[in-house]
T-cell receptor
């Protein structure tokens, strides 16, 4: 199937960790991505992971990939108010050039 | 690099009018993608080009939509005639194959009244 699913909302307190989850359906996915969209702006590429990796860390961001369960997560450590945005996961499937996007998770950070 | 450039940033037009959206990809990128974002349907891929050639236009809603890429540094998405249901944010993105890093422009917010 085509679906890439995410929960719609996440609310966290400033300084806590945020974990945004994503599930996908196609086991042929080769690369999986996380994008951030702030209000009125385009999508900013945060990070991506190749499907033969389990984890990738980049400063405050940690991506975990469970291929068996087709589950991808993005952990943001020490979440700040500037992290408030919509986060999209996306996948590229084998032998295609198209990014398939999830529905997006709106992260709200409160003081 | 200036990133992906789109113009105009905002467009308000009346139903029935022709609308042209413009995109300049990042220099050296050979893939260009057009997306549409709405609350109801999320992010939809409309069409993409590789080396200026349209590869997949299966996401183009109907014949009122057309896209061209006359050269490596410019693409247009045209809607003629426009309808209120075309109101959305239209994004252009580019990528340097075989890199898998796809970069988005700031978008054009289209309102058709």
């Amino acid at each position: 199937g085509e679906d890439v699913e995410q929960s719609l909302f996440l609310s966290v307190r400033e300084g806590d960790s945020s974990v945004i989850n994503c599930t996908y359906t196609d086991s042929s996915s080769t690369y999986l991505y996380w994008y951030k969209q702030e209000p009125g702006a385009g999508l900013q590429l945060l990070t991506y992971i190749f499907s033969n990796m389990d984890m990738k860390q980049d400063q405050r961001l940690t991506v975990l990939l469970n291929k068996k369960d087709k589950h991808l997560s993005l952990r943001i450590a020490d979440t700040q108010t500037g992290d408030s945005a919509i986060y999209f996961c996306a996948e590229i499937r084998y032998n295609t050039d198209k990014l398939i996007f999830g529905t997006g998770t709106r992260l709200q950070v409160f003081p | 690099d200036a990133g992906v450039i789109q113009s105009p940033r905002h467009e308000v037009t009346e139903m029935g009018q022709e609308v042209t959206l413009r995109c300049k990809p990042i220099s050296g990128h050979d893939y260009l993608f057009w997306y549409r974002q709405t609350m109801m349907r999320g992010l939809e891929l409309l069409i993409y080009f590789n080396n200026n050639v349209p590869i997949d236009d299966s996401g183009m809603p109907e014949d009122r939509f057309s896209a061209k890429m006359p050269n490596a540094s410019f693409s247009t998405l045209k809607i003629q005639p426009s309808e209120p249901r075309d109101s959305a944010v239209y994004f252009c993105a580019s990528r340097a194959g075989p890199s898998y890093e796809q970069y988005f422009g700031p978008g054009t917010r289209l309102t058709v009244t």
